[in-house]
């Protein structure tokens, strides 16, 4: 089985929330990407608009390895100059609003993904489990959400809410992966076969010409301050640390749900990711809507003691687990908001094809088209389909 074999194999489209308007202080755009992060797309559209990135919004990110439609919002009085077509993007003017879009502004995403070198027991897995994951499938994070575990072992945000600042600071500058530049991952072999030579490991990063990256600042200030692991870790982008305990959180909340699957199903089934693994269930009878996501001022369901208090004993039996109690959450470092994560993922209007896969010999492919809520995964849908 292979899922992005080429780009086309995933297309995601934003479902826009708002009506675009004919006038407005703020030009919309409609921006197709290809092999691109979302933040490069903004920054194509900041160039040719000649405005800085306080003056753009989006509704959300969208995958690097897919073809992907989302809208973009711009402050400009020239609309004109956001209407551009380069080699791996491309962008159209086709409204207006006026305020500009914010994160989570759309109604969700409608995906159309081709699995692909499958063998005939994975046709046959995925047609007998299509009608249970019509019903609904379990709203995990998938492994997009954990790219910190990516080199390494264990959760930044778990050492700091645990005060191992030293611990998550060597996580954060030495873990390498495979996708990284060789220049890169020979500073932060270094940094580690050196660590607390700081004098040493700085050298090593003005060869390299990486001052200014996350390492580079970072090292700077441990060679300034040996032992403030602290500030080290404060030296961070504020938007990589809160992805560090968004990650962890979301850790958690799937660890509840795996419980949860076990305790409402007869018959479960676990497929590896980024994290662990998750559980599916083959028959759901899962009345729970919502679960809390854990944090220290969470409710859990008011007004219905008995599932609260199911509730309440799944995440400590998950915080035990993890050696951890409600009160680690209360940090200076990360404000963990109480809210509520819908538990059940139904994919609107799934169809499954299975063809002759022109890319493969003698193998099958799928195509999948679905439409999701925002906040979900589509890859939770492949999961729950063929078991892998």
């Not at 419980?259 to 007869?266: A, K, P």
Request: with cysteine; charged share 30%.
């Amino acid at each position: 089985m292979k899922l992005r074999q080429i780009p086309d194999d995933f297309i995601v489209e934003e479902v826009p929330l708002h009506e675009w308007k004919k006038t407005g202080e703020h030009a919309v755009y409609k921006v197709s990407k290809v092999g691109m992060t979302t933040f490069a797309a903004e920054k194509a559209l900041a160039k040719h608009c000649n405005v800085t990135f306080n003056k753009i919004g989006f509704a959300g990110m969208k995958d690097t390895h897919a073809r992907t439609t989302q809208y973009f919002s711009v402050e400009t009085n020239k609309p004109e100059c956001g209407n551009f077509a380069e080699q791996h993007v491309t962008s159209q003017l086709i409204g207006y609003l006026d305020e500009p879009l914010k994160t989570g502004e759309l109604k969700g995403n409608a995906f159309v993904i081709t699995v692909r070198e499958l063998k005939q027991k994975d046709v046959e897995t995925a047609q007998k489990n299509l009608s249970t994951v019509q019903k609904g499938v379990p709203n995990y994070f998938d492994s997009q959400r954990f790219g910190s575990l990516k080199g390494t072992t264990g959760f930044i945000a778990k050492d700091i809410l645990q005060g191992r600042y030293e611990e998550a600071v060597k996580k954060m500058i030495t873990a390498t992966t495979r996708h990284q530049k060789g220049k890169r991952k020979a500073v932060k072999k270094f940094i580690k076969e050196n660590w607390q030579n700081w004098n040493a490991c700085m050298q090593e990063v003005k060869k390299a010409e990486m001052e200014k990256t996350a390492e580079g600042t970072i090292v700077r200030h441990l060679a300034e301050r040996p032992t403030d692991y602290q500030g080290a870790f404060r030296k961070s982008y504020s938007s990589i640390r809160q992805l560090f305990f968004s990650a962890y959180q979301s850790y958690l909340w799937n660890e509840s749900i795996k419980r949860l699957v076990r305790q409402t199903s007869n018959s479960v089934f676990s497929v590896e990711y980024e994290a662990g693994k998750l559980v599916f269930p083959r028959q759901w009878n899962c009345e729970t809507n919502t679960f809390p996501m854990v944090a220290p001022d969470m409710k859990l369901e008011e007004g219905r003691r008995k599932k609260g208090e199911e509730q309440k004993k799944i995440i400590t039996e998950v915080l035990k687990q993890e050696g951890m109690q409600l009160t680690d959450f209360f940090t200076t470092e990360h404000v963990y908001v109480a809210r509520e994560r819908e538990v059940k993922l139904v994919p609107e209007n799934l169809t499954l094809e299975i063809t002759d896969d022109e890319l493969n010999k003698y193998k099958k492919k799928a195509i999948l088209k679905f439409t999701l809520q925002k906040g979900s995964y589509a890859t939770i849908i492949t999961k729950a389909l063929f078991g892998q």
